[in-house]
């Protein structure tokens, strides 16, 4: 447990106060100007409307361009630049945030089966609880570019769908803003989605993943080389940044993607091997991992320089100390915005026959029948290991898993919940052997047992185990996270979730303080057991 001094208490409580008072006091409003500079989330009216900036901007009239920096929003979000007579109301009490991040995937191919859409996520709320979204995944040839391409996976790492990423028309009904694609716009699909998406939410950042389990094959031979490097950092720029996507299916062309993307997230999985088995490894991984993600920064920076805008680099990390081992943490994370550690995934369906265990715990547990390596696949080992290696607590954000990992053919075991048991294989999924969506397991009768000491939830009904992260889970991980003082969370991936995004909004939680998060669930249980009375 963490003690802190009286002092830095009530620093803490009256920083609290302060960022309460800004979340709540309306920016000023002037006219616009075109001699003036204005950043991201500055307001101006012209035309008698009101409109915020999304990024930097002189010169540019508002609602001069529909892609342009100026969004028009509700002339309530601020005040005249001369507030005259103070309001007689009293707004409602705010809820006190802390600027941690909250993030989650967005599968490129979750429109086909999941029949998930960036619709869906606006239509639960989602959308609003996020400060992030990584769209999963860019694809790196092996002509070492990026690169769009229409071509199922069959095991080569050559796949893509462009289809789905720019050329796919969504009717009104299936759209963010109502409003359907025409066939010939240059850009339509999932990108045209995003874009929608973050005019409706100008705080929202985009980045583009790459890579990913699928398609990490390449990333090795082409990191290994300054040339190498630069070409496709450079490439990587120009598709998705700049916006430069090849003409096909009567969309595309020069910038027609520009705007949808803030940044870009490499999830190499992962330096010095222990992916796929047909992955590029080069004796020198450790070293090329750190100076790829240097390249990207130094492009990126450039690129900023000249257009005024940020670009963010983030970096999706194996989170077992077996992987961490093979990188440079101290050095890597210099160049990045913050870290997204995949803390799942630790025991699973390919440990076929057992024996069941965890797949996210947040602590160890001594009785686990695991060795070597495997003894740190933890959140909280994930999470020390880097801070001691050299990583800045507030660049992690630890990785918050919105599907299940199960066995079937499951042993009882002395205590009868299965957990520690032979099984006959991984339990059969939806959509694959072993894994499952939370908002299918979710409603599932089996019986749920949670170990106080990993802090994990699982299942067990005589056959199945299944392990999994429910609210009550979440809500433990965010503790840890506000006690460690990391910079936040993130989820894969959104069409795991409930149609109500039940683990995405309890991940938003994550921003409200320690005293607040407190407060509320104290009044929810309160509110639980009121109705089990009455019952």
């Given at each position: 447990m963490l003690h802190f001094p009286l002092s830095r208490t009530l620093l803490a409580i009256g920083a609290a106060f302060a960022l309460t008072q800004a979340v709540w006091a309306a920016p000023s409003c002037s006219p616009w100007s075109s001699s003036q500079v204005y950043n991201a989330g500055d307001y101006a009216t012209f035309s008698g409307k009101t409109w915020r900036a999304s990024w930097w901007t002189q010169g540019e009239q508002p609602g001069s361009s529909q892609w342009g920096a100026w969004q028009e929003r509700p002339a309530s979000e601020c005040s005249p630049a001369d507030p005259g007579q103070p309001s007689s109301g009293v707004p409602p009490e705010p809820t006190p945030t802390v600027g941690r991040n909250v993030g989650s995937y967005f599968t490129q191919w979750g429109i086909y089966d999941r029949n998930y859409k960036v619709f869906n996520l606006v239509k639960a709320g989602g959308d609003k609880q996020l400060t992030f979204l990584n769209y999963a995944f860019g694809n790196v040839y092996a002509n070492g570019q990026c690169g769009m391409v229409t071509r199922a996976e069959n095991g080569n790492g050559d796949g893509g769908d462009a289809w789905a990423d720019y050329q796919r028309a969504f009717a009104a009904n299936e759209s963010v803003d109502g409003k359907g694609d025409n066939w010939n716009d240059p850009l339509r699909g999932n990108f045209n989605q995003l874009r929608k998406l973050k005019l409706a939410n100008p705080q929202l950042k985009v980045l583009i993943s790459l890579g990913g389990w699928?398609?990490?094959?390449?990333?090795?031979?082409?990191?290994?080389?300054?040339?190498?490097?630069?070409?496709?950092?450079?490439?990587?720029?120009?598709?998705?940044?700049?916006?430069?996507?090849?003409?096909?299916?009567?969309?595309?062309?020069?910038?027609?993607?520009?705007?949808?993307?803030?940044?870009?997230?490499?999830?190499?999985?992962?330096?010095?091997?222990?992916?796929?088995?047909?992955?590029?490894?080069?004796?020198?991984?450790?070293?090329?991992?750190?100076?790829?993600?240097?390249?990207?920064?130094?492009?990126?920076?450039?690129?900023?320089?000249?257009?005024?805008?940020?670009?963010?680099?983030?970096?999706?990390?194996?989170?077992?100390?077996?992987?961490?081992?093979?990188?440079?943490?101290?050095?890597?994370?210099?160049?990045?915005?913050w870290l997204n550690v995949m803390t799942y995934d630790f025991h699973g369906g390919w440990e076929a026959k057992g024996p069941t265990n965890f797949q996210s715990n947040l602590y160890r547990d001594p009785a686990a029948p695991v060795t070597g390596d495997q003894v740190y696949y933890t959140v909280d080992d994930a999470v020390q290991t880097l801070v001691t290696a050299g990583v800045p607590r507030a660049k992690i954000n630890v990785g918050l898993p919105f599907y299940g990992r199960g066995w079937a053919g499951v042993a009882a075991g002395a205590k009868g919940d299965g957990l520690y048991q032979v099984a006959t294989g991984p339990a059969k999924g939806t959509y694959e052997q072993g894994i499952e969506d939370y908002r299918v397991l979710v409603n599932r009768s089996a019986k749920?047992?949670?170990?106080?000491?990993?802090?994990?939830?699982?299942?067990?009904?005589?056959?199945?185990?299944?392990?999994?992260?429910?609210?009550?889970?979440i809500r433990g991980k965010l503790d840890y996270v506000r006690s460690q003082q990391l910079g936040g969370v993130f989820s894969w991936s959104l069409d795991g979730d409930d149609a109500q995004a039940t683990l995405l909004k309890t991940s938003a939680e994550v921003r409200q303080d320690a005293a607040t998060a407190a407060k509320r669930r104290a009044a929810a249980a309160a509110a639980a057991k009121a109705k089990a009375v009455k019952k």
């Open positions: 699928t398609w990490s094959k390449n990333f090795g031979q082409f990191a290994a080389t300054d040339a190498a490097r630069k070409t496709l950092v450079s490439s990587c720029i120009d598709l998705y940044i700049k916006g430069n996507l090849p003409k096909d299916q009567d969309a595309g062309g020069a910038g027609a993607a520009l705007g949808v993307f803030d940044g870009f997230d490499i999830d190499w999985e992962y330096p010095g091997g222990g992916g796929l088995p047909t992955n590029s490894v080069d004796p020198n991984d450790r070293q090329n991992f750190t100076l790829l993600l240097a390249e990207f920064r130094n492009q990126l920076n450039a690129l900023s320089t000249q257009n005024k805008r940020r670009y963010y680099l983030t970096a999706a990390i194996g989170s077992g100390v077996d992987k961490i081992r093979n990188t440079e943490p101290a050095k890597y994370s210099a160049y990045l915005d749920q047992f949670v170990s106080p000491v990993a802090k994990q939830l699982w299942t067990y009904d005589g056959n199945e185990f299944w392990s999994y992260d429910d609210p009550a889970t």
